[in-house]
């Protein structure tokens, strides 16, 4: 069976971050396990070779394969032997849901990283819209939301909505609005797969996507910036409602 070569996503570098210190292995499985929820690696596509990863995230091929070894016992990945083998990405699906807090506590998280975001998002796409922008930054633009709007799964268009926001802190020129972005999304996406997939409020949610696209192209930080806390506390009421 042949599986298809990753393919390198521009978002890549927002994900997959230097890691150091005493907390290498624990990084490494979180920046890995984000990158594959948020679908920057898909189901399917055979991880970059460990080298590769292991450069990028400055640790040992040692301690990447042992962040690996995890995320396979998590079921996010598998390893298929022999020639076109290696270590292949599996449906998200596949993944073992996280243990789950009791309510008290699941509140108090979700509280938490609705108002963390409502805080970062925003600045992150006023700072976007306020900047001169490469070509290739406003086409990671556009074709991130061009994969939203063209999404064919619920699971798809969860994590292309997610790569979409990591896209508003790439260009924002930021490493660490890149952090607080991925830690965002990565619980955001845990969350929003909780809850229905509700036609009506994607249709909403495409709409912001769209003129906050617009704005951070067009350079008018002022509305970057309210669609995006508009957009913010939408999904914050939809959260609170179907999460109890």
């Known amino acids: 069976m042949l599986f298809a070569e990753p393919i390198e996503s521009p978002l890549l570098e ?11 292995f624990e990084s490494c499985v979180e920046h890995l396990g984000s990158a594959i929820q948020l679908g920057i690696f898909k189901t399917g596509e055979r991880l970059p070779p460990e080298r590769d990863l292991a450069e990028r995230m400055q640790v040992s091929r040692a301690t990447l394969r042992e962040a690996i070894s995890a995320l396979r016992a998590a079921g996010f990945v598998t390893t298929v032997r022999g020639r076109g083998g290696g270590t292949i990405v599996e449906p998200v699906g596949n993944a ?12 108090e998280e979700m509280s ?13 796409c006023q700072r976007a819209a306020s900047m001169r922008l490469s070509e290739d930054q406003r086409r990671l633009l556009t074709d991130s939301l ?14 292309a909505d ?10 924002a020129g930021s490493s660490e609005l890149n952090k607080a972005s991925t830690t965002i999304q990565t619980k955001i996406h845990e969350f929003l797969a909780e809850i229905p997939f509700l036609q009506r409020n994607i249709e909403h949610s495409n709409q912001e996507h769209r003129l ?14 309210s669609v995006m806390e508009l957009h913010c506390e939408s999904t914050a009421a939809l959260l609170k409602g179907l999460l109890k």
């Open 14 to 24: 927002t994900v997959l971050l230097p890691v150091r210190g005493h907390m290498a």
């Open 96 to 107: 073992r849901p996280p243990e789950r807090l009791d309510n008290k506590d699941r509140q």
């Open 112 to 124: 938490d990283i609705l108002i963390f975001r409502s805080v970062i998002e925003p600045g992150a």
């Open 146 to 159: 061009a994969e939203v709007e063209n999404a064919g799964s619920p699971v798809e268009y969860r994590q």
């Open 162 to 171: 997610a790569r979409l926001h990591l896209a508003f802190s790439a260009v």
């Open 212 to 225: 906050i696209v617009q704005a951070i192209l067009d350079g008018e930080p002022a509305a970057a910036r």
